[in-house]
């Protein structure tokens, strides 16, 4: 079976926002998935776009995709890449997929002199937690992620 990793284009956003949609059904979520098919492609595929996305095919059927994006170090002095979504589908798990658009990521990260390459993952998702651990990644325990969002956000901006 043939596996292909290649760049996102604006004719996938449907499948990107099905795959996010199927995403957030796993982490428990879709009701936080308030993204349209128009936001998917001006956000991923508009003039200017800071966000890169990447599907994964096996046999010319779109099994997975991953959206990421540069971030800066400070402590570096270099730029890196946070890994904002990966995802399989249930049924093509297991074979090699996601792995290969980790690495695919990561050889970008290499030959773009990035520092590091970072994600987040759910605490209980010990499938996901065994899959990074596996290929060497280290939790970062330390640190602890806060968010502005909605309403809290404008509220804050405003002052």
């Not at 990447?54 to 997975?64: K, S, T, V, Y």
Request: proline share 3%; with cysteine; glycine share 8%.
């Amino acid at each position: 079976m043939s596996l292909i990793i290649r760049p996102a284009v604006r004719s996938d956003a449907a499948q990107i926002l099905a795959f996010i949609t199927e995403l957030a059904d796993y982490e428990r979520a879709r009701h936080e998935v308030v993204a349209s098919l128009a936001d998917i492609e001006r956000s991923l595929f508009d003039e200017g776009s800071t966000v890169s996305s990447l599907i994964c095919e096996r046999d010319g059927q779109a099994i997975g995709f991953a959206v990421y994006f540069y971030s800066y170090s400070t402590w570096l002095g270099r730029n890196g890449i946070y890994l904002e979504d990966l995802y399989v589908t249930p049924e093509q798990r297991g074979d090699g997929a996601g792995r290969r658009l980790l690495r695919h990521i990561a050889q970008e990260a290499v030959e773009n002199g990035c520092g590091r390459l970072e994600w987040s993952v759910l605490d209980w998702n010990a499938p996901a937690i065994g899959f990074y651990q596996s290929l060497g990644a280290e939790p970062q325990d330390e640190w602890i992620r806060y968010r502005l969002e909605g309403q809290k956000l404008a509220q804050f901006a405003r002052g």
